[in-house]
C-alpha cells in the first residue's frame, strides 16, 4: 500500500462514521444535496486511477475532491443566507476550478510520456 493509500484509508476511518452519522440526521435539501456532494467525491476519489507516480496519483485524486469542494459550495449558493458564507463559497467556487483545470493540464501533459 503507497503512503497515499495509508493517508486517504487513515482519512477514511476517522470520517467514515462521522459521515454515517451525518446521514442518519439529514434533515432538509441542504443537508441531502451536501451529502449527495460528499458521496459522489468519495466515490470518484475511490475510482481515480492509481498509477504508482506519486504526482499522477495525487493530481488524480485531488481533482475529484476539488470538485467536491466546489459542489458543495454550490449547495451553499443555493440554501445559504448567511453573506459571508454565500462570499467564501463563491471563492471556493473561483479558487477550485481554476486549479482543477491546472490540474487537467497537468495530466494531459503527463498522460502521454
Request: hydrophobic share 45%; glycine share 4%.
Amino acid at each position: 500500500m503507497t503512503r497515499i493509500s495509508r493517508l486517504f484509508t487513515a482519512v477514511a476511518i476517522v470520517t467514515m462514521p462521522m459521515i454515517a452519522l451525518a446521514q442518519e440526521h439529514h434533515d432538509s435539501s441542504a443537508d441531502e444535496a451536501l451529502m449527495s456532494g460528499m458521496d459522489k467525491m468519495n466515490h470518484d476519489m475511490d475510482a481515480a486511477p492509481m498509477t504508482g507516480n506519486a504526482d499522477h496519483d495525487f493530481v488524480a485524486m485531488m481533482i475529484p475532491h476539488h470538485q467536491g469542494a466546489v459542489d458543495m459550495a454550490e449547495v451553499e449558493l443555493k440554501y445559504g443566507k448567511d453573506p459571508a458564507m454565500r462570499r467564501l463559497a463563491r471563492d471556493i467556487i473561483a479558487a477550485q476550478k481554476k486549479e482543477i483545470a491546472l490540474m487537467q493540464a497537468w495530466l494531459k501533459r503527463h498522460d502521454s510520456q
